[in-house]
């Protein structure tokens, strides 16, 4: 089966004054058409981990890798940068909050993904650099992450994945006409043995039934863990990017 490569990359960013560590997945068509530009997911881990788990204990790389040789995926380049609560203080970013992120002030994370990472990786890689082809996900506190800044720059992106991170209720959406307009896919799950997943799967219902493209997934028998957010990509990543 062919593989694509998960880059470790440093940058620097101007928002935090240092240099930062991302990784980055490239699918295997990356480097076989050097003619081809792609979609990007920015892929956030959770409290407790840094920008290594997902491509480690979360094993993205190689859930996009069979998703894309069965056709059931389409090619897209994956990114996943350090948003604080894991691997030690890091210049420039949000401090440590509760269990889930709760406490967090994402602001400081979303300076730098707007202002510094997007544009590297946009002049560094062959993306399609569009708010179409760009989304973002993340897991538990990357969740609660990508709720927040994408409901706040739905301009940057069109595909949103919260993983046991909450979820986003119609009461979050100030603009449907806009957001339906803006937003193609709004994907939520949690594990079948953790607290919100009612509410959540309630929450995709309604933004369904308010002519949102809206999907919910339970993890069968899985809790606040491992199993329930790698289950919870391969069931997101076959969404992102579809004509």
């Known amino acids: 089966m ?9 940058y620097f960013s101007k928002t935090s004054n240092a ?29 407790g981990e840094d920008e290594t788990g997902l491509g480690g204990q979360g094993r993205a790389n190689l859930i996009l890798d069979n998703l894309i040789a069965d056709g059931k995926a ?15 203080p890091r ?24 202002d510094d990472l997007i544009p590297h990786i946009d002049n560094t890689y062959r993306t399609l650099a569009d708010q179409p082809h760009r989304a973002m996900a993340g897991l538990s506190m990357g ?30 959406v100030s603009d449907m006409a806009a957001f339906k307009q803006k ?34 997934y339970e993890s069968p028998l899985t809790g606040h863990e491992w199993q329930s957010w790698r289950r919870s990509l391969h069931q997101f990543a076959p969404l992102l990017f579809q004509d």
């Open 19 to 47: 240099t930062r560590r991302c990784f980055v997945y490239t699918p295997p068509e990356y480097d076989r058409d050097p003619n081809q530009r792609f979609p990007v997911l920015y892929l956030q881990h959770g409290m």
């Open 183 to 216: 937003v193609k896919v709004v994907f939520c799950s949690f594990g079948g043995r953790e607290r919100g997943a009612a509410s959540a799967k309630t929450n995709a219902d309604a933004l369904k039934q308010a002519g949102i493209n809206s999907r919910y």
């Open 91 to 114: 210049r420039g970013g949000p401090s440590p909050g509760g269990p889930g992120g709760r406490g967090f002030n994402f602001g400081a994370f979303e300076r730098i993904l707007m």
């Open 74 to 88: 389409k090619p897209f380049i994956t990114v996943m940068e350090n948003g604080g609560g894991g691997g030690g």
């Open 143 to 172: 969740g609660m992450q990508t709720r927040t800044i994408t409901l706040a720059n739905l301009d940057r992106f069109s595909h949103i994945g919260i993983f046991s991170g909450g979820s986003i209720a119609v009461a979050d």
């Open 2 to 10: 062919p593989h694509g490569r998960l880059r470790e990359v440093r």
